[in-house]
Every structure is written in structure tokens, then in C-alpha cells.
């Protein structure tokens, strides 16, 4: 049974940072694009970041996060993570991790056909 287990979110001032952790049981995540998505109330599900299987790895993101937040792998201990930086009050959502239906990414939801139940991120100050 594939499960995402997001931690790591919170209440952050702006200019702070987080790390968001997604743990995943059920399959190896080393054969599989893994993503963030983020929601904030009223707005649809948006992409965040992603990460292809296989080395060299691949990594996109969302114009309004590149160079602040990075998103990285540790096959050995099944976990995706995202390093946020430089929060602003903008980022404020719920960061969704999710599983790629094969090695490669997208921006489109319907590529990731597992979710996990979601962390919350404030950025106030």
C-alpha cells in the first residue's frame, strides 16, 4: 500500500526557512519522479517542485520559488524533501507531496497518482 507521509511544516517569520520531509512506504521511491504541490485556501492545487528517479536527476520548480527552495532525495532512507528559504507570507499553503506514475516529472497533476494528507506552512510575521 503506497502511503506519503509530509512533516516538517509550520509557523515561519518571512525571510525564515523550513524543511518539509515526505516519507514514503509501500514502493521505493529511487523508480519514481516524486513532486510538491501547494494549496492555499480559495486557490487550486499548485505545483511547486519536482524531481525525476535516476541519476543524473532532473529538478524543476515554479518560477516563484527557484532560488529559494530546493527539492532533494534520500533513496536510502525513502524520503523527499524541500528546503525552503527565504519565506514569504505567499508561500503560505498546504504543501501536498506526491508519487509520479513513472521515473520522469511534470507540472500536471495528473502525472502523481499518490498524495499524501498535506502539512501546513504559515509565513507570518
Known amino acids: 500500500q503506497v502511503q506519503l507521509v509530509e512533516s516538517g511544516g509550520g509557523l515561519a517569520q518571512p525571510g525564515g526557512s523550513l524543511r518539509l520531509s515526505c516519507a514514503a512506504s509501500g514502493f521505493d521511491i529511487s523508480g519514481y519522479g516524486m513532486g510538491w504541490y501547494r494549496q492555499a485556501p480559495g486557490k487550486e492545487r499548485e505545483f511547486v517542485a519536482a524531481i525525476t528517479s535516476g541519476d543524473p536527476e532532473s529538478k524543476d520548480y515554479v518560477d516563484s520559488v527557484k532560488g529559494r527552495f530546493t527539492i532533494a532525495r534520500d533513496n536510502a532512507k525513502n524520503t523527499v524533501y524541500l528546503q525552503m528559504n527565504s519565506l514569504k507570507p505567499e508561500d503560505t499553503a498546504q504543501y501536498y507531496c506526491?508519487?509520479?506514475?513513472?521515473?520522469?516529472?511534470?507540472?500536471?497533476?495528473?502525472?502523481?497518482?499518490?498524495w499524501g494528507q498535506g502539512t501546513q506552512v504559515t509565513v507570518s510575521s
Open positions: 506526491a508519487k509520479s506514475h513513472h521515473l520522469w516529472i511534470t507540472r500536471l497533476i495528473s502525472t502523481y497518482d499518490s
